[in-house]
Each structure stands twice: as C-alpha cells, then as structure tokens.
C-alpha cells in the first residue's frame, strides 16, 4: 500500500505541476533549473530520515515522491530549454549528446568515490551525515554558481524589468551580461504582477488582440513595466518621459546591446480578444 501510495502521489504531482507551471518552464528556465536541484536534495534527505520517524514515514515518502516527480518535470524541461540556448551553432544534437556524457562521466567518478568511501564511512552514523550534509551544500552551491553564470540573451520578465527599471533611472540599456548578472533566480514581483495576454478579470493584465505578433507582446509586455513605473516610483531624481518615446527608444537599442529582441520568453495565459472593425459599420 505505501508504495501504490507514494506511485500515485508522484504520478499525481508531475501531471498538476506541468499543468499548473509548464508554460512558465521555458521562460524562467534558470530559476526552474535551481529549483530542480534544491528539490531533489530536499527529497533525498526526506527518504533518508523516514525510516527514523515511523509515525510519519508514510508521510515523508509521499512528499520525497512528489517532490522527485517535480524534479523530473521541471528538470528535464529547463534542460531543453538551456541545451537550446547553448545551440549557437544550431547543433542541438551534438550539445545533447556531449551534456549526456558529460553526465555519465560524472555520475562514474561518483561510483568510484563510492566504492572507496561506503566501506570506509559505513559504519560511523555521524560520518555519514557530516559527509551528506557537506556534499548536498556543495552542490547546491556550484548549480547556483553555474545557473548564475548563464548568460541568456531572450528577453523575459525579470531581465525585461530589470532593463525598465535602469532605463528610467540612467537612460541606459542594461547589456545582457550585466541584466542575467542581476537578474533574481527566486521571486520578483514585479514581473508576477504583469500579466500577458490575461483573462479581462484580471487586474494588471495586458490584453492582447487575436492578431498580436511577437513584435506586438514584446512592446506590450515594456509598455507594461513603464507604465508600472510610472504609477508607482516615486524615488526623487527619477528621470520620466512618455511610455510610448521610452519603449520605442528601448526597444530600438536592444539589439546593439546584444540581446534578441524578436525572441522573447514571457509568460502568456493564452486569452485573445477580437476586435470589430468599426468602420465597416459607417461604410
């Protein structure tokens, strides 16, 4: 039974959680990528002290399972995504297949690490933790290091805010390196609180036309975040123009600045309007 159960709990939470936040999988790959690997420490260090805890093993392995179901989902998508943006060369196959091997080689040193070590440590309780502990942070700590490092030239929320908000202040285009350098890898509230191509019910949405190209989400999604700016920094010495000249003067630098403006990468709900052209009507 505790198996069905934990099967089913992780079946469960991959189907809801690429329902819930598949979409956004591509456009905050780096933030997803770290997530993954915080997640499956987190469920590794749960299946081994539920067998300390009887009174809530049960428990423990079912919250294990839902978050390695997590781990697959959000892991192999954000992989996707990142072997894409390091396809320069459009050689996506050949970036793949050298990522795979580099896995397998590591996960081989790792094997005979633990051919030397378990014989050595396996009966000193205390050792074993110390040696997990350390292990888990440091991994932790190198994929926050190499998420970190990332250096993606699409445009989505967070670096698109981060490019506003040192336009309106020094009325310059932040360049890609600087802006993925600064960009926040957990939460900016800012780039949750716009929402593109949203439901007419919901507040802060940008409706989009059923017709509305790339081209169109990228000006919407900027002419957003000043607007955003506008209403709510207050920060003396603030430097303000009209949305429409400063989305026009961004957008026409992005791309000497290295970024790729006609790829972005933001979150859209999906919703279209269709709009009636009235002057039909008078004709």
Not at 55 to 61: G, S, T
Request: glycine share 4%; with cysteine; aromatic share 8%.
């Amino acid at each position: 039974m505790t198996q069905i159960l934990r099967d089913a709990t992780g079946m469960i939470g991959s189907i809801s959680f690429a329902w819930i936040q598949g979409s956004d999988l591509d456009n905050n790959a780096k933030q997803w990528r770290l997530v993954a690997d915080v997640l499956n420490d987190t469920a590794m260090l749960l299946e081994l002290i539920s067998p300390l805890l009887p009174a809530y093993f049960l428990f423990l392995v079912c919250v294990a399972s839902l978050a390695r179901a997590i781990v697959g989902v959000a892991g192999g998508a954000t992989r996707a995504a990142l072997i894409q943006h390091q396809a320069r060369n459009n050689n996506m196959g050949d970036v793949a297949a050298k990522d795979g091997s580099q896995e397998t080689l590591v996960n081989l040193v790792a094997l005979l690490v633990n051919l030397i070590l378990v014989p050595l440590v396996s009966q000193n309780a205390q050792v074993v933790w110390s040696l997990f502990g350390l292990s888990t942070c440091c991994h932790i700590f190198f994929n926050y290091k190499a998420v970190r490092s990332l250096c993606m030239t699409r445009l989505n929320g967070r670096r698109a805010h981060l490019i506003v908000e040192h336009y309106t202040r020094h009325q310059q285009i932040l360049s890609p390196k600087i802006a993925n350098q600064r960009e926040p890898l957990f939460f900016d509230p800012v780039a949750q609180r716009i929402q593109l191509g949203a439901s007419l019910l919901q507040l802060y949405a940008v409706i989009l036309a059923e017709e509305a190209t790339p081209a169109d989400m990228q000006r919407a999604y900027f002419s957003a975040l000043f607007s955003h700016y506008e209403m709510q920094d207050t920060t003396p010495g603030l430097v303000r123009s009209e949305p429409t000249t400063a989305v026009d003067a961004v957008l026409s630098q992005l791309a000497s600045q290295g970024w790729s403006p006609t790829v972005a990468q933001y979150y859209d709900h999906g919703y279209r309007v269709q709009l009636e052209d009235t002057r039909k009507k008078f004709n």
